[in-house]
C-alpha cells in the first residue's frame, strides 16, 4: 500500500463549484505539504503543515483553504473553483527528525484538476 | 526568498550517453540541501539525490552525480549510461534549513530529458 494516498486520482469541476482534495499518509509524519504543478512554473507551495495545531500559508494560498484534520490527514479546499486552479496537485509528507537518505519529501500520487 | 532556475526546459540524449542537467540558486542563507527530483509519466516524484551545502563532496547515486558550486550557486545533475527509463521531468529543488522556512522546498521549473534508443 502507498504511504502517501491522494484522493480524487482526477477530477473534472465547473466554475464556481466548491472542492476538497483529501491526502492520508501511514508514515506517521508530522509535517505534510499541499503543492500545485502548473507547466513552465514548476511546483509551488500553497500551505503546510508542522503538526495538527500548525497550519501556514505557502507562496500561493489565495482561493484555497486546508484542514488538518488529523496527523495523518490534510484536505485542500477550492471554495469557488475558477479555471486557472486547473493543475496537478500534490501532497507530501516529511519528518524533521530522519537523517540521511530518508530526510526528503514523500509524495503522494498527484490528482489532476480540471477546471471547466 | 530563494529562487531555483533550471534553464533548459528538454533536453535530449542517446541511450547509453552522458547528459548534464542545469540548475542555479539564489539564496542568502549558508545551511540548507538541494534536491532532484525525477517524474516520469506516471506522475510520481521520485527523490534521485540530495546534497547538503555543507558538505563539499559531490553527491553521487549510482549513474547519478552532481557538480555543486556553492560558490556559484549551480547544482547540476549528471546521469552516465543513460537508459530509456530515465527519460521523465527532472526538478531541482532548494530546502532551507534556518527561520521560519525551515523544511520548505523551493522548485525549479523543470527539464523535460528524452531518451533516444
Known amino acids: 500500500d502507498a504511504d502517501v494516498t491522494q484522493t480524487p486520482r482526477n477530477r473534472i469541476t465547473k466554475t464556481g463549484k466548491r472542492i476538497m482534495l483529501e491526502c492520508s499518509q501511514t508514515?506517521?509524519?508530522?509535517?505534510m505539504y499541499w503543492y500545485r504543478q502548473d507547466p513552465g512554473l514548476g511546483l509551488r507551495l500553497i500551505y503546510y503543515?508542522?503538526?495538527?495545531?500548525?497550519?501556514n500559508k505557502g507562496e500561493i494560498s489565495d482561493g484555497y483553504s486546508v484542514s488538518r484534520q488529523a496527523q495523518a490527514k490534510f484536505s485542500l479546499s477550492l471554495e469557488s473553483a475558477i479555471p486557472n486552479q486547473t493543475a496537478l496537485y500534490f501532497c507530501?509528507?516529511?519528518?524533521?527528525?530522519?537523517?540521511?537518505?530518508?530526510?526528503?519529501?514523500?509524495f503522494g500520487p498527484g490528482t489532476r484538476l480540471t477546471v471547466l | 526568498a530563494q529562487t531555483v532556475t533550471q534553464s533548459q526546459p528538454e533536453m535530449s540524449v542517446q541511450e547509453a550517453e552522458t547528459v548534464t542537467l542545469s540548475c542555479t540558486y539564489d539564496t542568502s542563507e549558508s545551511d540548507y540541501y538541494l534536491f532532484w527530483y525525477k517524474q516520469p509519466p506516471s506522475r510520481q516524484m521520485i527523490l534521485v539525490i540530495r546534497q547538503e551545502a555543507y558538505k563539499q563532496q559531490n553527491a553521487t547515486e549510482n549513474r547519478f552525480s552532481v557538480n555543486f558550486q556553492k560558490a556559484a550557486k549551480s547544482f547540476s545533475l549528471k546521469i552516465s549510461d543513460s537508459q530509456l527509463g530515465d527519460a521523465a521531468m527532472y526538478f531541482c529543488?532548494?530546502?532551507?534549513?534556518?527561520?521560519?522556512?525551515?523544511?520548505?522546498?523551493?522548485f525549479g521549473q523543470g527539464t523535460i530529458l528524452t531518451v533516444h534508443p
Open positions: 507530501a509528507t516529511s519528518d524533521p527528525r530522519l537523517r540521511g537518505p530518508q530526510d526528503t519529501q514523500y
Open positions: 503543515s508542522f503538526d495538527v495545531k500548525d497550519i
Open positions: 529543488a532548494y530546502r532551507s534549513e534556518g527561520g521560519t522556512s525551515y523544511g520548505k522546498l523551493t
Open positions: 508514515k506517521g509524519h508530522d509535517r
